[in-house]
């Protein structure tokens, strides 16, 4: 067990804190648990408020002049008003609910790329310190895993995740930001896109799907984006025919131009999106991006899926890195 020093607000020997999170991804809309472990210092003290924030990494901007910053998303107030006596030693557990649009950040066990974490803020004597930055798991719910499955059985690729800063017009978003997954086009669609992205967004009644099109161009008119959404109900995600439904979907938001305007893309590379149905070759045949052999737990972990969760927890230590410096100019 490792505590993290707490500022001292009194003097030396301040109390010291950690956050240990339930082991397992947490769900959108789902609870997220785990506990505080105060060990007190030198000397008694009040502890007035125990804070948990839930942090996002965000872009702001397009792929190139963008800025990327910290975002806090929710708060919660999860203990405060005891005494903390020198060298004693308190556990507190919680339970808080995650917002129904918390972006999902892995799949079957594989990182998307997407970070997010849990920052606990202690405040003593009328002093806050904001801790280090625990990183949060978030598994999708069902629609948005048939979703992703859908297209990796179609023969589309993961390019990249991140979350963008701002909100998509005619959509029900709550958030300051939304989760942009950017997929390279299964074979079929090659000719017609360059890249579709993918924005959910949840609800306590079902899930919002945004699809936007990087529409390739022609000899007399230039490449645009086609954006449009669809929106399915929680409990319809075991009852659809999902290859066919989104298979329909990606016709619709390749064949037209929707009114919803568009939002900057952005990202590089690619490689298979995690998914469950072996060979993800599309009507046309294998080909770049398309999903590989997985069985049903996903993707084995191989050396690209090594490569994505090493730069995602590099990701949470630069980040946490950087909250860390924040709290202690404060």
Aim: hydrophobic share 35%; aromatic share 6%; glycine share 18%.
């Amino acid at each position: 067990m490792v505590f993290k020093r707490l500022l001292d607000a009194t003097g030396v020997g301040g109390p010291s804190v950690d956050t240990v999170l339930d082991d397992g991804p947490a769900l959108p809309g789902g609870a997220l648990t785990g506990r505080v472990l105060l060990r007190g210092g030198g000397r008694a003290v009040e502890v007035e408020h125990i804070d948990l924030e839930l942090i996002a990494r965000v872009e702001a901007g397009d792929a190139e002049g963008g800025s990327e910053g910290a975002v806090a998303f929710e708060r919660f107030t999860v203990g405060g008003g005891v005494r903390l006596g020198g060298q004693e030693e308190r556990e507190l557990a919680f339970r808080v609910p995650l917002p129904w649009e918390t972006p999902v950040t892995e799949l079957h066990g594989r990182p998307l790329g997407s970070v997010l974490g849990v920052r606990t803020e202690v405040t003593v004597a009328g002093a806050r310190d904001k801790g280090d930055l625990d990183p949060l798991s978030v598994r999708p719910l069902p629609v948005q895993e048939a979703v992703l499955e859908a297209l990796g059985g179609l023969g589309f690729g993961f390019r990249s995740a991140g979350l963008a800063y701002g909100r998509i017009g005619g959509t029900g978003q709550q958030l300051p930001f939304h989760q942009q997954i950017e997929l390279t086009p299964a074979p079929r669609y090659a000719h017609a896109v360059s890249e579709i992205e993918l924005t959910f967004l949840a609800s306590p009644t079902g899930v919002e799907v945004v699809l936007e099109a990087d529409k390739r161009g022609g000899p007399h008119s230039p490449g645009h984006d086609a954006l449009t959404r669809f929106v399915v109900p929680h409990e319809d995600a075991p009852t659809r025919n999902w290859p066919t439904e989104v298979d329909t979907w990606i016709r619709q938001v390749t064949e037209h131009r929707d009114a919803y305007g568009s939002h900057a893309a952005y990202g590089h590379g690619g490689r298979p999106l995690p998914g469950r149905y072996g060979t993800g070759a599309g009507p046309s045949g294998p080909g770049p991006g398309t999903a590989v052999a997985a069985g049903t737990a996903g993707f084995a972990a191989g050396v690209a899926g090594g490569l994505v969760a090493a730069e995602v927890a590099d990701a949470i230590g630069d980040f946490s890195e950087g909250e860390e410096g924040e709290g202690d100019e404060g």
